[in-house]
């Protein structure tokens, strides 16, 4: 069994003094000089705490210094360190990391930090190796996390020994930390990774298997397709969710980006903002839009392209909301939430929405527009 | 104060026993069934041609042949690996009121037991009185104007709700518009799956988080000229009783929708509120929960449907009917759903229910909810002192009769979560507890429904060991993590396994062939 294991030391570092995020150089200095401490290694130590009693049976393999090799040591591992020792560290570390490792043929990356090392992860090794974060960020809008570093700890262990087999997709996302510290919220959609599913861990909450859930998603597809009216445009979001209903229709489908269907024919692949407001120009639309990542956004993170003005023009009672079960349950009783940017569209929203979750069924459940 | 006793040294038995097929020596009799006379056998003749060529077997049937001694070993083995159906302590069955069931009753049901659902009305005279003097009790708890018995259980009765529904809605011609059904997450899950079944939409409320229960604008919302019902449990699985339940009512009803009360479990309120009064249509009982009939593992049990007086006619035939002199089955009825069971109910357990509440009185059905929700609180308070425990919702309202607590806490300390502790309990001589219903919107769930047949000291063990095990958990974690210890089968290492079609078999016959076995011969 051979592990990765990457800490971005400096993950977290900005929150408590109130930084919103690390990434940037002059940002850390500043968060150094407020007085911030490491959290990320605390957190990973935590996590690799679970694997101890396994030392034996699991082949480490770390970065050197507080990228890993510190954490592991003091508990007790001997890992197998690799790269070069430097005394900053950046995110092309946490890149170069997760390609050797790749190469190296681990079974599966453990890795600490936030939004922006989930991405840095994803740009090494996309979704050919699985992965599970473990909570130490500022910011995370990624799925790829599990909801507490023990449960990280836990659901790589299982998935070591093989008690957990199935693989799910995940959502990695990130906001742009300059426009978050400015008040301006944009997260984008960057891909998927693949994570061990348990459903308890990763969750923190039981809510289906994945065949359900893939089964669920499949319904919500038939449904939306039985739905669909002539001469009506379908603005389809991005994500997981929505894919089936392209596969279904035997279209190419954009999974981090927004088509635009009419007549079960597609009218316009991967569209910016403007392109749909051009394309629907006041007639009839619907938008199928699914709750994107962790903290439970349906718009405004990673689906910009679906701004205030377009939710005015295509109207509130059009927009369909789908999800499976494990998803609503996942959010642990928060709202959906809707954060365009444009606040009168954001409080249109306040309320009750039908969210649809099978084919014969609905949740009522609260939105709130920030 | 009684002293709280923890049974520190309890072991279950172990008996490694094999199935009894695998007992099965071919030759080996329990019973030689002696010949009959020669006068007999030439009186009866060759009675087996007598049979039509169609009933007779092919094959010798396959069973086990074992003797009498190794018979009531097997069972006696077995028997002793079970904690006791009615004799544990069964707090921790939440949401299944696990009460106990007198003796007397069984012994009563006994009586009718040579008694053949074909017979003739005029012989069962009394057995029908019974049925209509049941019904005629269950009218004056509920409100409701006339039951049927015929369900065999709660979601039977559930189905058999959302069948009177759609026969309802058929009959005004609103059938197709009126297809959405409402439901809420912490309602029983029948209150969903068997409107679903039925051919509705389901649309599910969540709970206000504060509240903890539903907002009357989620309803509001989800009420439409599409809405057929609402289904719904009060109170609901995390023991909070929805004060405005007649709001809600009114709303669903004032739409054009119909409103069913699951109340299979009445514990908490017998004798003082009903569903009449909070404007229901209709509503049923488990009378294997609340009427203090067995949980006979999977049935025999009832659900007793009930419905005011505009649904009567769409009750499941035969009705029990009285016509001043005798007591009939009345079949004559043109609107009903038809039948949802054979004959007329399981009459063991109507007999049973009948003798419970006969018992019981009026006064007593009262004094049921009022201890089942004294032991609760009790109970509640207890195990809300136990660190690591929390109760979600409803902050210092009251639980009626079961309450939904969590180990979140407990397991963000120490890793140890619901599934380790529940299977740490069997150690300690107890049923293991129930979780929740699925989903797990609370996470780490457990339920507790000390119901009106448990002492104090009950009360008191079940707390004592709960705090036990949260104390473990902090000192070693691994041990009850690793537990049962002591109990008569462990963990499940591989649950996989147990789910592997190619490996198992519903019977010894489908096993041996499913891994290509020969039957042994049968001489």
Redesign the interface.
């Known amino acids: 069994m051979k592990l990765g294991f990457i800490v971005n030391p400096i993950a977290g570092m900005g929150g408590k003094v109130g930084l919103k995020g690390t990434d940037g150089k002059e940002v850390l200095e500043k968060a150094i000089r407020l007085g911030a401490k490491p959290e990320s290694p605390i957190k990973a130590k935590k996590a690799l705490e679970v694997l101890k009693p396994y030392m034996d049976e699991i082949e480490l393999i770390t970065c050197h210094g507080s990228m890993g090799e510190e954490e592991a040591t003091d508990l007790g591992f001997k890992p197998r360190v690799i790269g070069e020792r430097k005394d900053k560290v950046g995110p092309e570390d946490t890149e170069e990391a997760a390609k050797l490792m790749l190469d190296m043929g681990v079974d599966l990356l453990l890795f600490a930090g936030g939004d922006g090392t989930a991405r840095n992860v994803y740009n090494a090794i996309g979704d050919k190796l699985p992965v599970i974060g473990i909570p130490a960020g500022v910011k995370i809008h990624s799925a790829v996390y599990a909801n507490h570093p023990r449960s990280a700890g836990e659901v790589a262990l299982k998935y070591l020994r093989g008690e957990i087999k199935t693989i799910r997709e995940a959502e990695v996302m990130d906001i742009d930390e300059e426009a978050f510290r400015k008040g301006q919220v944009t997260a984008k959609l960057y891909g998927y990774m693949r994570v061990p599913y348990e459903r308890q861990l990763v969750q923190s909450l039981k809510a289906g298997r994945p065949e359900q859930e893939e089964a669920a998603q499949d319904a919500v597809a038939d449904r939306i397709i039985d739905e669909m009216e002539p001469d009506v445009f379908y603005i389809i979001g991005s994500g997981t969710s929505t894919r089936p209903i392209m596969e279904k229709l035997g279209l190419p489908n954009t999974l981090l980006g927004i088509d635009i269907v009419k007549n079960k024919e597609l009218v316009a692949s991967d569209v910016g903002e403007k392109d749909i407001l051009r394309i629907i120009n006041g007639q009839k639309a619907k938008i199928i839009v699914t709750i994107i990542g962790g903290q439970g956004y349906i718009f405004g993170r990673g689906n910009q392209q679906l701004s205030g003005e377009v939710i005015k023009m295509v109207g509130k009672e059009n927009i369909r909301i789908i999800a499976t079960k494990g998803k609503i349950v996942s959010l642990g009783g928060q709202p959906i939430l809707v954060d365009t940017g444009d606040d009168e569209v954001n409080r249109m929203f306040n309320g009750y929405m039908r969210v649809i979750t099978s084919y014969n069924e609905e949740i009522m459940y609260r939105v709130k527009g920030l | 104060m009684a002293k709280v006793k923890i049974r520190e040294n309890y072991h279950q038995a172990r008996w490694d026993e094999p199935i009894i097929y695998e007992l099965s020596t071919p030759g080996e009799r329990g019973i030689l069934v002696p010949q009959p006379e020669r006068e007999i056998r030439e009186e009866a003749g060759d009675i087996l041609s007598k049979l039509p060529e169609n009933m007779l077997r092919k094959e010798k049937p396959n069973l086990p042949e074992i003797s009498q001694k190794h018979v009531l070993a097997h069972y006696l083995h077995l028997s002793q690996e079970t904690l006791g159906s009615n004799l544990n302590n069964d707090i921790s069955q939440g949401t299944c009121t696990m009460k106990y069931n007198p003796r007397i009753n069984e012994k009563l049901a006994t009586l009718i037991h040579e008694v053949h659902p074909l017979q003739d009305e005029s012989t069962i005279q009394g057995l029908l009185s019974i049925y209509y003097r049941f019904e005629h009790m269950l009218k004056e708890i509920s409100g409701m104007d006339k039951f049927t018995f015929q369900p065999g259980g709660g979601s039977h009765a559930v189905y058999t709700a959302a069948s009177i529904i759609r026969a309802y809605h058929e009959s005004r011609g609103e059938l197709e518009q009126r297809n959405e059904v409402?439901t809420t997450?912490f309602s029983h899950p029948c209150d969903?799956a068997t409107p679903?079944t039925a051919g509705?939409?389901?649309?599910?409320?969540?709970?206000?988080?504060e509240t903890g229960v539903?907002?009357v604008?989620?309803?509001k919302?989800?009420v439409s000229e599409r809405t057929a019902a609402l289904f719904i449990t009060n109170p609901e699985d995390t023991g909070i009783y929805n004060p405005i339940i007649d709001e809600f009512v009114k709303i669903v009803q004032e739409a054009g929708g119909l409103c069913f009360y699951d109340q299979a479990n009445a514990n908490g309120m017998l004798g003082i509120a009903r569903a009449r009064e909070a404007g229901f249509d209709m509503c049923h009982f488990n009378v294997h929960k609340t009427f203090g009939t067995p949980h006979g593992c999977s049935g025999p049990g009832t659900g007793a449907l009930g419905v005011r007086s505009h649904l009567a006619k769409f009750l499941p035939v035969p009705t029990v009917e009285y016509d001043g002199e005798k007591y009939y089955l009345d079949y004559d009825r043109p609107e009903s759903i038809g039948k949802v069971r054979g004959f007329f109910g399981v009459a063991p357990v109507i007999l049973k229910a009948y003798c419970w509440t006969m018992m019981m009185g009026a006064d007593g059905l009262r004094e049921v909810a009022e201890i089942s929700v004294l032991n609760n609180n009790y109970l509640q308070k207890k195990i809300e002192a136990i660190d690591g425990v929390e109760t979600w919702y409803a902050e210092g309202r009251r639980r009626l009769e079961q309450v939904r607590y969590n180990w979140r806490k407990l397991y963000?300390e120490t890793?140890v979560?619901t599934d380790d502790i529940m299977r740490r309990i069997g150690d300690y001589g107890i049923q293991h507890y129930w979780t929740s219903h699925?989903?797990?919107?609370v996470?780490e769930p457990f339920t507790l429904e000390p119901c009106e047949t448990y002492s104090k000291a009950d009360l008191d063990e079940y707390a004592a060991v709960l705090e036990r095990i949260a104390e473990e958990a902090r000192k070693d974690p691994?041990f009850v993590k690793a537990s049962p210890h002591k109990c008569a089968s462990h963990v499940i290492a591989?649950p996989?396994e147990l789910n592997d079609p190619s490996k198992w078999a519903l019977t010894w016959r489908a096993y041996l062939k499913k891994h290509k076995k020969e039957e042994p011969s049968l001489g």
């Open positions: 409402i997450i969903a679903s509705f939409k389901i649309i599910t409320l969540y709970p206000n988080e539903p907002d604008e989620a309803l919302e989800a963000e890793g979560g699925h989903p797990w919107v996470p691994d591989k996989e």
